[in-house]
């Protein structure tokens, strides 16, 4: 294919799959307490190195934009070596025979071009959940492609505001429309929640990819005349230049002058990784309109408005954070796949992720938790190095810094009494906050979100659901789709699942019982890149000192593994 790439900005014309890597200091004084050792969905899926791009093999996809170059077709060809993980990259035999137009000015790299997605009319007819299908103006998709995968997580997002940019895209949609003398298409707020839920999927993720038969979902408001989505990304800002590009591909143009449309919903996502804005739409045809449609985003049925202000959550961060960048190569923890116990002597054991599902020996990296109701790995402060946060049966919430050179601070008390009673899990709840959050289930069955104030006293909350009944609960993305979730493992065994969205309240939906026998748990602890990097499981204790591993990277829970080790008298921290 032709590729496009301007001197500074890339766009992404859109869809089945791409995963890119991402790239405090606190004071206070000591509490007495324990020591420490000082020191996919869809056919296809195209994984991103830190600036690295493929190419689909398909139909010409050529872009035209302010300051834009026309590039012959490129192999990336991926430099291990280089610490900025630089792509170099060789020409085709046939880009090799064309002119090349040079600048010295640097070249962003440029993601594969994936057709857009098509309902197929059978489905919408019979208004029936089928397969995706890929409209036919596209290409064969070929193999899965996997360049340097990324290890961001949902707090890849960042919270500015969207508003001009969603009103950006549905202006330059209609005007094109209205160019080619066809008419505009109207806005439904439903649609776009939807498409703004999966732009924050795919970008908090940093994967590509097509909401696999998204016109049956509710929210599509029953489409019946065609329905469409396309998806694009930017290493800038532009919202405008997304449209661009999808003007300037056969498929996309073909979606975007579609007759039939005449209802579309936009998402915006940013992140701060290297593409900076992700944008999803999703076109539908309806014989009638669905009520609710407006004529605007955030207008009315007579026109015009503007768009509401967001009402602010527990979720919003204070300010943002950047990824961490510390060698952790001397810390005493430095994975997320780290398993890390407490033994009967109230020590504490790390046993290092080895790769592929393996840990090495046990280690020694604090003592004095034997009163200990939980302790959680985590990076509280979000510096790279992990922090322990612990729940003491005295009623305590403390908190010991990790040092990137090994071992921990001293103690912080984040809360001196009543934590006793609460059923705690920790992890990125929020999507739009790169800092960790403290969920709490108290004796009533009430859900509450604490988000992270740093040292200051954990007292402000808000409830996030009720009638929760459980013994343990533990934070993990359940579904692969990006968001984190709870696991609710209830008395009798069974393991409930809250699904995240990524905003303070869990998904409103019936609650789905992801297995039965977890009788015998007693500690459970999320773990990532166990068996390879980006896979994500749970660990549990149980019965007859076994450790097992169930591995969640499909989106379900795998067959378990038992981990080699011994385990009398230890239980897990989370």
Request: charged residues 15%.
């Amino acid at each position: 294919m032709n590729k496009f790439a301007a001197p500074a900005v890339v766009a992404m014309l859109c869809a089945l799959a791409l995963v890119s890597p991402a790239a405090g200091m606190y004071s206070g004084p000591p509490v007495d307490g324990p020591s420490v050792q000082v020191g996919a969905l869809g056919p296809r899926t195209v994984k991103l190195g830190p600036a690295g791009t493929a190419d689909d093999g398909g139909a010409p996809d050529v872009g035209t934009g302010t300051g834009s170059l026309l590039a012959p077709a490129v192999e990336p060809v991926i430099t291990p070596a280089s610490p900025a993980g630089e792509l170099a990259a060789t020409a085709t035999a046939a880009a090799a025979a064309a002119p090349v137009t040079t600048t010295t000015e640097a070249i962003a790299p440029e993601p594969p071009s994936i057709p857009p997605l098509w309902a197929p009319d059978s489905e919408l007819a019979n208004n029936t959940t089928g397969t995706s299908t890929l409209q036919a103006l596209a290409p064969p998709v070929p193999a899965t492609e996997s360049l340097t995968p990324g290890s961001l997580g949902t707090e890849a997002l960042v919270p500015d505001s969207n508003t001009g940019a969603i009103l950006t895209v549905f202006n330059e949609i209609n005007k094109y429309r209205v160019a080619n003398s066809l008419a505009p298409v109207k806005y439904h707020p439903t649609v776009a929640g939807m498409s703004q839920e999966w732009s924050d999927s795919i970008a908090s993720r940093e994967v590509i990819e097509h909401r696999a038969s998204f016109w049956t979902d509710p929210r599509a408001l029953n489409p019946n005349n065609g329905a469409g989505e396309v998806i694009a990304i930017r290493t800038d800002r532009n919202a405008a230049q997304l449209v661009e590009w999808w003007k300037n591909s056969p498929g996309h143009n073909a979606m975007l002058l579609d007759p039939r449309f005449n209802v579309m919903g936009a998402g915006i996502s940013y992140t701060n990784s290297q593409y900076t804005i992700w944008g999803v739409v999703n076109f539908f045809g309806y014989t009638t309109l669905p009520a609710g449609t407006v004529t605007s985003p955030g207008g009315s049925s007579a026109g015009g408005g503007a768009f509401p202000a967001p009402a602010p959550t527990l979720c919003d961060p204070a300010v943002k954070h950047m990824p961490p960048t510390l060698d952790l190569t001397s810390a005493a923890m430095n994975s997320a796949a780290d398993l890390v116990t407490i033994n009967a002597s109230g020590q504490l054991i790390n046993r290092p992720s080895t790769g592929n599902g393996t840990f090495g020996a046990a280690k020694v990296i604090g003592s004095g938790f034997g009163t200990a109701k939980e302790v959680f790995t985590t990076d509280w402060d979000r510096d790279g190095a992990y922090d322990l946060l612990t729940q003491w049966n005295d009623g305590r919430l403390t908190l010991h810094r990790g040092i990137a050179t090994g071992g921990f601070q001293s103690s912080f008390t984040l809360g001196s009494g009543g934590w006793e009673t609460m059923t705690l899990a920790v992890g990125g709840w929020c999507a739009n906050n790169r800092l960790p959050q403290l969920v709490a289930l108290d004796t009533a069955g009430t859900v509450f979100l604490y988000p992270n104030v740093g040292l200051a006293d954990m007292s402000t909350r808000t409830q996030i659901a009720t009638g929760v009944s459980a013994r343990k609960l533990a934070m993990v993305d359940y579904d692969a789709d990006g968001f984190q979730d709870l696991l609710a493992i209830k008395s009798d065994g069974g393991v409930l699942l809250y699904r995240g969205a990524g905003t303070p309240v869990p998904r409103a939906e019936a609650r789905l019982t992801v297995i039965t026998g977890w009788t015998d748990v007693t500690g459970i602890r999320p773990l990532r890149d166990v068996t390879a990097l980006n896979s994500t499981g749970v660990a549990l204790r149980r019965a007859n000192d076994v450790v097992q591993y169930w591995n969640l990277s499909t989106g379900t829970l795998a067959s378990p593994s038992n981990i080699t080790g011994s385990w009398a008298g230890q239980r897990l921290a989370q």
